[in-house]
């Protein structure tokens, strides 16, 4: 049972570039989130999914695409790259049917560094 | 616009001292409240409140939540040098979880 993974784990882009960040959960939990935190910050929502095919906006959307086609696959696209995306992005998925819904497991980050 | 607010910033300490974080919040639909450890990696989970006046503990670390004050404290006793860590706060709503900036704790050796 590995929980939440991400992928890469580090990646530096150029202004302009694209990319995909990838992130999958094996516990076969219905919400998965993505975060991104800047330093000395907390962690702003991004997008968020209720369940395959279901996704939505969250604090912070533009410049970030997301799909979920399957249960355990959330990945984030970035369109477009600018340097105000520099940060590290955190995938996290939680279980909103059983008794600890509101507890969220976190994915081990991606640093992007856009120049 | 949901709000949480953590204080203080940062602190530092020695080993052996007792730490006391603060969360306050403003938020629509609250379900409940969180704690996550930050140590350079991913945020790790501590505890979920949900209920007010009712202590949650975990060896050292311990947590409660006042519902009509709106906020929450988190203690740590007896601190050793791996409590160093973001102490990160966080309130879920009907979808979400709202995160504060966190508290940045430092303990010496």
């Known amino acids: 049972n590995a929980g939440v993974t991400q992928t890469p784990k580090f990646r530096i882009l150029k202004i302009g570039q694209s990319m995909t960040l990838q992130c999958t959960q094996d516990m076969n939990h219905n919400y998965m989130y993505w975060y991104r935190q800047d330093p000395g910050m907390g962690l702003k929502l991004i997008y968020y999914s209720v369940g395959a095919g279901i996704t939505d906006k969250g604090e912070v959307p533009n410049g970030y695409n997301v799909s979920r086609s399957t249960t355990e696959d959330f990945p984030l696209r970035l369109e477009l790259a600018a340097p105000s995306q520099t940060s590290v992005y955190f995938c996290?998925?939680?279980?909103?049917?059983?008794?600890?819904?509101?507890?969220?497991?976190f994915g081990p980050g991606t640093r992007l560094t856009v120049l | 616009e949901d709000k949480v607010v953590q204080s203080p910033l940062s602190l530092v300490v020695h080993e052996g001292d007792t730490v006391t974080l603060n969360c306050s919040y403003e938020v629509t639909n609250f379900r409940s409240l969180l704690w996550y450890k930050q140590e350079k990696k991913a945020p790790t989970f501590l505890f979920m409140l949900?209920?007010?006046?009712i202590e949650k503990k975990s060896g050292r670390l311990s947590s409660i939540l006042d519902k009509k004050e709106l906020f929450s404290i988190l203690n740590i006793t007896a601190t050793q040098t791996g409590d160093s860590a973001v102490y990160l706060c966080?309130?879920?709503?009907?979808?979400?979880?709202?995160f504060g900036a966190g508290t940045t704790v430092t303990v010496r050796a």
């Open positions: 966080a309130v879920a709503n009907d979808y979400k979880l709202s």
């Open positions: 949900t209920s007010s006046g």
């Open positions: 996290a998925s939680s279980d909103r049917t059983g008794t600890s819904t509101d507890t969220q497991y």
